[in-house]
């Protein structure tokens, strides 16, 4: 049997519940007869309903996968949580194979969904395309492991690093396709990450149901700035300072150093808020500062280039007086977007 593929099939399941299940994570779920014809298939759609598994298998009669093989990217579960055990489920259903891409990094689960399968007499094969499902689930993973939001950033820059000329002018860098790409960016993640300067340099609505805003003198505007007119509203300022009194809008208040917020203390709220996952899109002074808590990196590139050292940067601020002080990433994927390329680095 060509698992792998079939994995790649639960991988792209998974993906249909993106934006949807955090901090759940991405779950797909292909079912084999005994003959090994697909039968079923399921995906884990929204937080709270049924895991891939269940959401699989309920689709068929009580023995139509008897002896049969259950693929999934991730470890079946073994806890009463939301819904009772996946595990349990394909044992009752007589599976006789169960495939998997990884282990869940739950503590609750971790290993015992596997050994549960195991004592009921099922043939367990782990790992298959592991890089590829760990890589869908990195979000959940970093926030499994080491309790913290996971940071990407966003930002669209020519060939020379620059986000506008020195007149603020940035309209347009990229193409529309390349900012339609955009827009299924944000629906990864919980939440977007933006500044005051975006806001008050360019009137972004940033359409999306989470938005925190970085405004450490409280100098935008509340009330008409597009981005302020839908979505759940966090804006972080100086402790020091008394923010105004604006329904929908969540003030946070944080310490600042040198002119900024600190970032940990941001992402730590992020974390105790429940926002799993941001994306930053914002210019050089924030892009910077947060640069050293980013797990990844979504780059487009125009082959436009400015030449002019006053132009703005998409990444600035920081202090860096040797190469090896740069933050370095790996390139994971380049796509085009005619004539611009996405490179997304991790
Ligand atoms: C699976 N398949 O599709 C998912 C799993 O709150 P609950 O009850 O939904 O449980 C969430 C935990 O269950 C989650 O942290 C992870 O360990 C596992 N999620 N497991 O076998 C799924 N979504
Ligand atoms: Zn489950």
Known sequence: MDYELLMQKCIELAKLGEGQVSPNPLVGCVVLDENNNIISTGYHHFYGENHAERDALLKLKNNEAKNGTLIVNLE??????????????????????????????????????????????????????????????????????????????KSAATLDGKIAAKTGDSKWITSSAAREEVKDIRKRYDAILTSSGTIIADNPTMKHKKKVIIDRLLKTDF?????????????????????????????????????????????????????MSVLIEAGGHLN????????????????????????????????????????????????????DILVVLD
């Open 223 to 275: 009330i008409n700035s597009n981005i302020y007119q839908e979505g759940d509203i966090y804006v972080f300022y100086d402790e020091s300072l008394n923010p105004p009194d604006i329904q929908n809008i969540h003030f946070i208040k944080a310490p600042a150093a040198n002119n900024k917020i600190k970032p940990e203390y941001v992402l730590e709220k992020l974390y105790e808020l429940g926002i």
């Open 288 to 339: 910077g500062s947060f640069l050293d808590y980013t797990d990844k990196i979504y780059q487009f590139i125009a082959p436009k280039i400015i030449g002019d050292n006053s132009a703005l940067s998409a990444y600035d601020y920081r202090e860096v007086k040797k190469i090896s002080d740069a933050k370095t990433f790996n390139v994971r994927l380049i796509k085009e977007f005619p004539p």
């Open 76 to 153: 079946p579960c073994s806890h009463y949580g939301k819904t009772p055990p996946c595990a349990d489920l394909i044992i009752e259903r007589g599976i006789k194979r169960v495939v998997t891409g990884m282990r869940d990094v739950n503590p609750i689960v971790a290993g015992n969904g596997i050994k549960k399968l195991q004592e009921a007499g099922i043939e367990v094969i782990e790992g298959i395309l592991e890089n590829e499902c760990k890589r869908l689930n990195e979000v959940f993973i970093k926030n499994m492991t080491e309790h913290k939001t996971f940071v990407a950033i």
